[in-house]
């Protein structure tokens, strides 16, 4: 059965950091391009990083202002998202998305339409 499964999120200070995890079963998430979303109450969902498969090549939301980073950790078929400098705003439920064709670049990658899977999401609250 494939399946991704977020965790890591919590509760911290603005300022604080969290690591979320996106481990996989059912197929290898070396081939596939990782999409990290998130959605903040009352907003649509938007696109986080980007990992693509072939190069490890990484996109990330401007507004981010370099505080993420995803990686790759392929002996565990789990990727991360370390994320710094915390703040309110990044409350929202933050997501994975996986999918075989796909190669972050430009805008498409942050397209919800053009990840497979899913997994069911992990909240990470940031309190002022």
């Known amino acids: 059965q494939v399946q991704l499964v977020e965790s890591g999120g919590g509760l911290v200070q603005a300022g604080g950091s969290l690591r979320l995890s996106c481990a996989a079963s059912?197929?290898?998430?070396?081939?596939?391009?990782i999409g990290w979303f998130r959605q903040a109450p009352g907003k649509e969902r938007e696109g986080v990083s980007c990992?693509?498969?072939?190069?490890?090549?990484?996109y990330y939301a401007d507004s981010l202002k370099g505080r993420f980073t995803a990686s790759r950790d392929s002996v565990k078929n789990t990727v991360h998202l370390q994320m710094n400098s915390l703040e309110p705003e990044d409350t929202a439920v933050y997501y994975c998305?996986?999918?075989?064709?796909?190669?972050?670049?430009?805008?498409?990658?942050?397209?919800?339409?053009?990840?497979?899977?899913w997994g069911q999401g992990t909240r990470v609250t940031v309190s002022s």
């Open positions: 990992i693509s498969s072939s190069d490890d090549s990484t």
């Open positions: 059912g197929f290898t998430l070396d081939y596939y391009a």
């Open positions: 998305a996986a999918d075989s064709s796909l190669y972050c670049s430009g805008y498409v990658w942050a397209q919800i339409k053009e990840y497979e899977y």
